[in-house]
């Protein structure tokens, strides 16, 4: 039958039955029917006319019902309650060492804030500040230790605004705790250290001072939820950590992702407890003087008790009462590693998305060079720059991160030193870039330290040269003229890729870069602002971009947990150093250095796919692969056609 015969008699069928499936009438006899008949259909299409445009047609037809039978139903209001009666009791039960384990590290370094402030009594000058204590002891000779609260009312205008600025806090320490456990668990360890320090040497300060049950009736109103939160984001922490560290089976990644769904859903539930602490430091704690001492111990008896109810006896009890689902684990369905085929034309979202994925797959490569070679090499540089300039280690900025690279990369050029060290440094964004496009070239191979220098042999003067342009923009223009230059940067973001993974001469591959560049300029553009802003969101539990100094009180307008290093390590330094500022800002400089290594592949990659989307729309390498294959089809399995 020919093709148009087939369809004049079947066509008022079809439209039958795409109205009778987009009506909200219920025909489900005369919809069943419709179906078997174009599932007969689709047969025969596939059989006479496996290459045109009936057969795609039906087979949407037939897929659109399938998809709507099988999709997965909404998830109702019971549903979540469901959620927290059994599910999220389980995962905490599950869970319960790491739960276990950080109480027990919070309340050991909470007992070593206790002991260090027995041993020196100043020693709470070095956790809390001086101003801080000094503001204490004020009122405690006023006879309102914890006045601190009601000035907290005060200065902040009311208590609505002082709930939702500490619910606030509250809420980024205890997912900052959460967060920062990715890194192998020593974020977490050291945010607990810092706050169960503080804790105890804040304790006993007033111990000290003969005042421990009245700064406990009064800081434990709001502390049982909010210090038991914050250890209990810890061990949500180690427990999202422990997947990247205890991999078992699965590849770090894919561990990393199914023990972060299970720390998420502990973070999850400690959010009304977090308000709930909120709620009473700002009313309750604020007003603790005028409340009589059993309502307070009924407070705070009644907090801890719900916290020991909801985390310890109730997941307990799910756990004896389904004990056949207790041990059951998460299965996660991993796809096989993909494939990347560079002779394609790419989407912006193709290109973002291969490039996130070849970096995660990809990274164990090109990042043994970079750690094992580029790092040490960046290690030598920065303390050639802290001895030069020595005075700007001693002192706090403004915006840090921003100081502290103007002179590690000599970018202030106030000497001749400034000057080859930034040179030094074009060098090794050269050995970064060649590390990256080197492992796109040998993909297929396996990791070899003489493959990646014979490429550099071969491409790392072109490299360096390619990039020349964008080196000056970044190098030559003062800092706050390099957000304007997004704009400009586009017009070389492909030269560095171009020249190292393009065929011919040198010159006929500058020339090619300049065109590619140009016709790429608007993904371009998109892609360095899409990946600025990732990286600011990735930054923020490290060392937020507007987390500049010099605000209020000489504070950081926004503390992060890198600032709270810093400080810690400038506190205790002082005991030992006339300059404990070095200590400090050295700690930072790691840190800087360490993310910009991590980060900067996210800006090489896309540079690479998008030279080959430009390299196959010019010379159409891919498709003239396909013509070859044309009409040849696969004795053992189906071609990509039979799933249009």
């Keep these: 039958m020919k093709e148009t015969t087939f369809i004049e008699q079947n066509k008022e069928k079809w439209s039958r039955f795409e109205r009778v499936y987009a009506s909200t009438v219920n025909e489900p006899e005369e919809l069943s029917d419709l179906y078997m008949d174009i599932t007969d259909d689709l047969s025969y299409a596939q059989t006479f006319y496996k290459r045109r445009t009936v057969r795609v047609y039906l087979n949407q037809l037939a897929q659109m019902v399938y998809t709507g039978v099988h999709k997965q139903k909404g998830e109702s209001l019971k549903k979540f309650f469901t959620v927290w009666q059994k599910s999220l009791p389980l995962e905490i039960y599950r869970s319960r060492k790491h739960l276990l384990f950080a109480l027990i590290a919070f309340l050991i370094y909470t007992a070593i804030g206790v002991i260090t402030t027995e041993i020196d009594n100043d020693f709470p000058r070095i956790v809390l500040g001086d101003g801080y204590v000094n503001m204490t002891i004020e009122n405690i000779q006023k006879g309102n230790p914890l006045g601190v609260y009601e000035m907290g009312a005060k200065t902040r205008g009311d208590q609505m605004a002082m709930f939702i600025q500490i619910t606030t806090n509250n809420m980024k320490v205890a997912f900052l705790t959460f967060f920062v456990g990715f890194f192998f668990t020593f974020g977490t360890h050291i945010l607990m250290f810092y706050n169960g320090v503080m804790l105890g040497s804040f304790q006993y300060f007033f111990y000290l001072k003969g005042l421990l049950i009245t700064s406990f009736l009064g800081i434990w109103i709001h502390g049982a939820f909010e210090i038991s939160a914050i250890v209990l984001a810890a061990g949500a922490g180690i427990t999202a950590g422990n997947g990247w560290l205890f991999p078992k089976s699965y590849t770090r990644i894919q561990s990393l992702q199914l023990s972060t769904k299970r720390g998420l859903k502990i973070m999850m539930s400690l959010v009304p407890f977090?308000?709930?602490?909120?709620?009473?430091?700002?009313?309750?704690?604020?007003?603790?003087?005028?409340?009589?001492?059993?309502?307070?111990?009924?407070?705070?008896?009644?907090?801890f008790g719900i916290i020991?109810?909801?985390?310890?006896?109730?997941?307990?009890?799910?756990a004896r009462k389904y004990p056949e689902e207790v041990d059951q684990q998460e299965v996660g369905f991993f796809p096989q590693h993909k494939k990347f085929a560079f002779d394609k034309i790419r989407s912006l979202g193709e290109v973002i998305s291969d490039s996130f994925q070849y970096y995660r797959t990809h990274f164990s490569?090109?990042?043994?060079?970079?750690?094992?070679?580029?790092?040490?090499?960046?290690?030598?540089l920065v303390v050639f720059q802290d001895i030069n300039h020595i005075e700007d280690l001693k002192?706090?900025?403004?915006?840090?991160?921003?100081?502290?690279?103007?002179?590690?990369?000599?970018?202030?050029?106030?000497?001749i030193q400034d000057c080859i060290i930034a040179f030094c440094w074009m060098i090794i964004f050269t050995l970064t870039f060649a590390s990256i496009f080197w492992s796109m070239r040998s993909m297929d191979e396996t990791f070899s330290w003489k493959s990646y220098f014979k490429f550099l042999r071969k491409?790392?003067?072109a490299i360096w040269l390619g990039n020349l342009f964008l080196y000056a923009i970044v190098f030559l223009l003062p800092w706050y003229l390099l957000l304007p230059a997004l704009f400009v940067i586009p017009f070389f973001f492909l030269h560095g890729a171009t020249v190292a993974l393009g065929d011919g001469s040198f010159g006929h591959r500058l020339k090619k870069a300049f065109s590619f560049s140009k016709n790429n300029y608007g993904n371009s553009l998109l892609t360095l602002l899409l990946i600025l802003v990732f990286i600011v969101l990735i930054s923020q539990p490290i060392a937020f971009v507007f987390s500049n100094h010099f605000g209020f009180n000489?504070?950081?307008l926004v503390r992060d947990l890198l600032d709270m290093v810093a400080d810690f390590t400038k506190r205790i330094a002082a005991n030992y150093s006339s300059n404990p500022l070095i200590f400090s800002n050295i700690i930072r400089q790691i840190v800087y250095i360490l993310f910009l290594l991590?980060?900067?592949?996210?800006?090489?990659?896309?540079?690479?796919?998008?030279?080959?989307?430009?390299?196959?729309?010019?010379e159409v390498l891919g498709l003239k692969k396909q013509f070859e294959k044309f009409g040849k089809r696969n004795r053992f399995q189906e071609t990509d056609v039979d799933f249009e």
């Design 308 to 318: 020991l109810f909801f985390y310890v006896i109730y997941p307990m009890y799910i």
């Design 554 to 556: 000489n504070e950081p």
């Design 395 to 415: 002192k706090e900025h403004w915006y840090d991160w921003a100081s502290q690279f103007s002179y590690m990369i000599g970018y202030g050029y106030k000497n």
């Design 274 to 303: 977090i308000i709930a602490a909120g709620f009473l430091e700002s009313y309750v704690t604020a007003n603790y003087q005028d409340l009589a001492d059993w309502s307070k111990w009924t407070l705070i008896l009644l907090s």
């Design 365 to 380: 490569k090109f990042g043994k060079v970079i750690f094992s070679f580029i790092l040490p090499l960046i290690a030598v």
């Design 459 to 461: 491409r790392f003067f």
């Design 598 to 618: 991590f980060v900067i592949p996210l800006v090489i990659i896309p540079t690479a796919f998008a030279f080959y989307s430009e390299l196959e729309k010019t």
